[in-house]
């Protein structure tokens, strides 16, 4: 089975906003500050010997928390833990197998770099929240 | 050679500024008609970029309100009232640009429901559908700009 990127970035990131990390959507009431992850995009090369083992994905990363400068604050944490791999690094993090157990899984990273980002405002409920919302670019051995 | 820009925003809502994506280009190749153009009077040289930027954005504005998101089965209070989000979709010329550039924009309008498809909110997943159009359309919007300028400049010399 091909390897993705996904619990190797949650895995990352649950060490900052005491754990509150989750993938497209926050549960409903959360109370910040928490970080919401999700793959937008994914490329992948193909050599004359078939699939390269590398591929990219990019990944936005919002970072959502009362006040502008918690929000700024908790999008430097997240973007010095994932710049900081720059070479291969394998990521080992807990997962369910199909039949509900936890095993352990490894999934190897070749580099993460930060494409962009950007100060937004959500004010889709209450409280208002400052959001960083930023792209990464993740490269990774499928 | 000759350098022009443009800018692509995806709209804007309340208390939120718009989401820009800027893209400067250079068109290369124009060797004769680049000389034509520096000869015109720069009032002219200046309307046929403004012109050629502002249909360059015009050619590809269908193709981002096919890529809108859009509701089949019926319409939200917020569609109600500003209009489906496809049709909110326009281009306007940029009046405030630096020396030398002309700009257009691809804006949302009041349709802000597209902004949150496009980066998701804090309850709702990120769906982008305007960047990657943007993306897929750099080439075309180039090439379209570039066919532009060319038949602007040549029309505008004979006068």
């Known amino acids: ?142 | 050679m000759i350098a022009s820009s443009a800018k692509v925003s995806s709209g804007s809502w309340p208390r939120q500024k718009a989401i820009k994506l800027k893209f400067k280009a250079k068109l290369t190749g124009f060797d004769g008609l680049s000389e034509t153009l520096r000869e015109l009077p720069t009032r002219v040289e200046n309307k046929v970029l403004q012109k050629s930027v502002t249909a360059a954005a015009r050619s590809v504005r269908k193709e981002f309100q096919n890529a809108a998101p859009r509701d089949e089965e019926g319409q939200s209070p917020a569609s109600e009232l500003y209009g489906r989000g496809y049709r909110n979709i326009r281009v306007q010329r940029l009046k405030r640009t630096e020396k030398g550039q002309k700009g257009a924009r691809i804006t949302t309008g009041n349709a802000f429901w597209l902004y949150f498809y496009e980066l998701g909110t804090r309850y709702q997943p990120a769906r982008p559908w305007f960047l990657p159009t943007f993306q897929r359309l750099q080439k075309a919007i180039l090439s379209e700009l570039a066919k532009r300028i060319g038949e602007g400049i040549e029309k505008e010399s004979k006068k």
């Open chain 1, 1 to 142: 089975m091909k390897k993705i990127p996904e619990p190797a970035i949650h895995h990352l990131l649950k060490t900052l906003a005491d754990g509150a990390v989750f993938a497209k959507r926050a549960p409903d009431k959360q109370a910040p500050p928490y970080i919401i992850f999700q793959r937008i995009d994914r490329e992948q090369w193909a050599h004359i010997n078939g699939q390269s083992k590398k591929a990219q994905a990019l990944f936005q990363i919002d970072c959502y928390a009362e006040g502008y400068y918690s929000s700024k604050g908790l999008a430097g944490r997240a973007e010095a833990l994932l710049v900081a791999i720059t070479s291969k690094t394998e990521i080992t993090h807990d997962e369910i197998d199909l039949d509900g157990g936890e095993t352990q899984s490894t999934v190897t990273l070749a580099g993460i770099s930060l494409q962009n980002d950007v100060d937004l405002l959500d004010e889709t409920d209450e409280p208002v929240l400052d959001r960083v919302s930023q792209t990464y670019l993740v490269t990774f051995y499928q």
